[in-house]
């Protein structure tokens, strides 16, 4: 298994819409192991494959406190959403910013598992919010996209600060 490298807002590699998985083989499975450890290093509890510039429908999550609860998602699409909450969000890519977003509070959704067996599922609470937050990555949209443009803005502005300061840094070294 390998950490991956997690893209970083506003890259505009995280705006690719990922390709549909054609095939569920040793190599796919394989990525999905390299992005358990990668999201459970960063820590996260979701990571979309389009977040380690792989554009390809894939995410897993794991909202479990003792990491005892992984899902790989290929290919998934919400079929139904209800309700409505709102949660504090943060990203893998959009590292230490939390904001408030608006999303479903319940979703059903199929998917492909990693055995390539088509399945179905409902998702409730904080496993559908990190199931929509994904999903979204997949279709080239980020949670910095709820919010107003000014405030998008003032992130991007500080992000992009802050990886200029750590390329300096690396250089000085």
Same mark, same amino acid.
């Given at each position: 298994m390998a950490k991956l490298r997690i893209l970083e807002f506003p890259d505009p590699r995280l705006r690719t819409k990922a390709a549909r998985v054609e095939s569920v083989d040793d190599t796919l499975n394989a990525l999905i192991d390299d992005l358990f450890e990668t999201m459970y290093e960063a820590p996260g509890i979701g990571l979309a494959a389009t977040q380690v510039d792989v554009h390809k429908r894939l995410l897993v999550t794991d909202v479990s406190a003792d990491k005892s609860e992984p899902l790989a998602l290929i290919n998934p699409v919400i079929l139904e959403k209800d309700g409505v909450t709102v949660t504090e969000e943060g990203c893998l890519s959009v590292p230490g910013y939390y904001e408030e977003v608006e999303r479903a509070e319940h979703i059903r959704l199929r998917y492909v598992d990693r055995n390539g067996d088509e399945a179905e599922m409902e998702a409730v609470g904080l496993l559908a919010v990190c199931i929509q937050h994904e999903i979204d990555h997949l279709d080239g949209k980020l949670f910095v996209d709820y919010l107003? +443009? $000014?405030? !998008?803005?003032?992130? !991007? %502005? @500080?992000? /992009? %600060?802050? %990886? @200029?300061? !750590? #390329? $300096? +840094? $690396? /250089? #000085?070294?």
């Amino acid at each position: 298994m390998a950490k991956l490298r997690i893209l970083e807002f506003p890259d505009p590699r995280l705006r690719t819409k990922a390709a549909r998985v054609e095939s569920v083989d040793d190599t796919l499975n394989a990525l999905i192991d390299d992005l358990f450890e990668t999201m459970y290093e960063a820590p996260g509890i979701g990571l979309a494959a389009t977040q380690v510039d792989v554009h390809k429908r894939l995410l897993v999550t794991d909202v479990s406190a003792d990491k005892s609860e992984p899902l790989a998602l290929i290919n998934p699409v919400i079929l139904e959403k209800d309700g409505v909450t709102v949660t504090e969000e943060g990203c893998l890519s959009v590292p230490g910013y939390y904001e408030e977003v608006e999303r479903a509070e319940h979703i059903r959704l199929r998917y492909v598992d990693r055995n390539g067996d088509e399945a179905e599922m409902e998702a409730v609470g904080l496993l559908a919010v990190c199931i929509q937050h994904e999903i979204d990555h997949l279709d080239g949209k980020l949670f910095v996209d709820y919010l107003s +443009e $000014a405030k !998008r803005q003032r992130i !991007r %502005k @500080r992000l /992009v %600060k802050d %990886k @200029r300061q !750590r #390329t $300096a +840094e $690396a /250089v #000085t070294l």
